[in-house]
């Protein structure tokens, strides 16, 4: 369910049936996989298997297993890995968009399969291989988040580093002894993340009396709304316009800018959140946004250890 109320989502603010990938989304988003695999076979008959269809074909996984269709989900992240694998022997993983992403979504896909069947230690295996061989792409990340999903929790959370500073800054590498904190991390671009800024802020005044912080990472993208290219200065003010236009509830709250720690969190989703306990551990670890309800009862358990 969640699955598809966000494709639901993402079609509303993006472009309607802009290509093959939206067509299934919206095929999936009802339900539909007999739809998606004919609009799949279709695309296939015309112009063969190429990375567009690679990426609408992963999405057949990533629904499957919403559903907790274990079985076939697995089924069809297989298939999509032995495509994108054939397709690597042609180009570079990013020579283009829709690989990775094919790809990426195919081992996300089967770690999370092997994860829910109780096959923990061959989920990790997979995941720890990928990133071997993957640690210098795009989907670096992506690996690294599943990767905390299954073992983050109870970990000493990374101290994060910062190439620049918005907001308050904090020494390193104990800025959070002491202090139960959030991790926020947010994307300039990202809708969801601006509309978890007032949740945040609401929950951050609740909870101020027990010493519960808020630190929110984000990282430059090379790129701004006016400008295609941007340099990082310009990025940099483009970010902190943004930072004070939707998140003028959190103006004072560190903001590290850097890369690095996107990559060392896995936060490939945003918002990525991360609670982080008074002696430094990572107590709860979540990619995408969380409602109120949940975020305050996730909170409320680590304020009250």
């Known amino acids: 369910m969640l699955l598809k109320i966000m494709l639901l989502a993402g079609l509303l603010s993006g472009p309607a049936w802009a290509g093959i990938v939206d067509n299934v ?69 990013d020579a283009e968009p829709h690989l990775p992403l094919a790809l990426g979504a195919a081992l996300e896909v089967q770690s999370q399969v092997l994860a829910a069947k109780g096959q923990r230690t061959q989920a990790l295996a997979l995941l720890q291989n990928a990133l071997r061989t993957y640690a210098s792409t795009s989907i670096h990340d992506r690996l690294q988040k599943n990767l905390n999903l299954l073992t983050f929790q109870g970990k000493v959370a990374p101290a994060l580093k910062a190439d620049q500073f918005l907001g308050a800054t904090f020494a390193a590498p104990d800025q959070w002894r002491g202090h139960p904190t959030l991790l926020f991390f947010w994307a300039h671009w990202c809708a969801d993340c601006k509309a978890e800024a007032p949740i945040i802020t609401q929950l951050r005044s609740e909870f101020a009396t027990k010493g519960f912080k808020v630190v929110g990472p984000t990282r430059l993208y090379g790129y701004t709304a006016q400008i295609e290219h941007a340099s990082p200065s310009d990025e940099m003010q483009y970010i902190d316009a943004v930072r004070h236009r939707f998140y003028s509830g959190l103006l004072d709250i560190p903001v590290p800018v850097s890369k690095h720690n996107f990559d060392v969190y896995g936060a490939s989703t945003t918002p990525t959140l991360v609670l982080v306990d008074r002696t430094g551990k990572v107590a709860w670890y979540h990619p995408g946004a969380v409602p109120y309800a949940e975020l305050r009862s996730q909170i409320e358990k680590l304020v009250a250890r």
């Not at 695999?37 to 567009?52: M, N």
């Not at 690679?54 to 559903?67: F, I, M, P, T």
């Open 25 to 93: 989304r919206i095929a999936l988003s009802q339900n539909n996989f007999a739809a998606a695999e004919a609009e799949l076979s279709a695309y296939r008959s015309q112009r063969g298997i190429d990375p567009p269809y690679l990426e609408a074909y992963s999405w057949l996984g990533r629904a499957a297993l919403d559903d907790g269709q274990y079985d076939q989900a697995a089924g069809y992240a297989k298939e999509t890995k032995a495509l994108a694998l054939e397709q690597l022997k042609q180009r570079p993983l």
